[in-house]
């Protein structure tokens, strides 16, 4: 089966490295700017300020051949799968990012907080549905 997925947009963030990002978004992370690629602004309709949203996202710096990792990258955590942590290294490397939007301009979604570098590129956008983050 042949997979393929096309980018929605793109993160612009203050976090420019690695090494700046927080673990999670409610680590201290920074609001950042989800630009919508033209042709993806119309499916926008019916997202308002101050919604919660899923923004899925390619972490396309992780790497695609780790399988176990100790969690939160403490050694002392014994080895765990990666589909029983939230490592951004994976097979997949599928971020998930529970945001509130802050503002919206045009195809520009305001958004926070959020962990992901500057450079993401964004593949998909949920609502949150009741309790779920």
């Not at 042709?39 to 019916?46: D, E, S, T, V, Y």
């Not at 570098?117 to 779920?132: Q, R, Y």
């Amino acid at each position: 089966m042949d997979i393929h997925l096309e980018p929605i947009g793109i993160l612009r963030s203050e976090l420019t490295h690695l090494a700046q990002a927080p673990k999670q978004g409610s680590e201290g992370a920074p609001q950042a700017r989800l630009e919508l690629y033209p042709w993806a602004q119309r499916a926008l309709h019916g997202v308002h300020v101050g919604d919660r949203l899923l923004v899925l996202t390619w972490l396309h710096q992780a790497r695609r051949d780790v399988f176990e990792c100790h969690p939160r990258s403490d050694p002392n955590q014994p080895l765990t799968g990666v589909f029983a942590t939230r490592s951004p290294d994976r097979p997949n490397p599928i971020g998930l990012h529970p945001v509130t939007v802050r503002a919206l301009d045009g195809s520009t979604l305001h958004i926070g907080p959020i962990e992901a570098i500057d450079g993401t590129p964004v593949v998909d956008i949920k609502p949150v549905l009741g309790n779920e983050f």
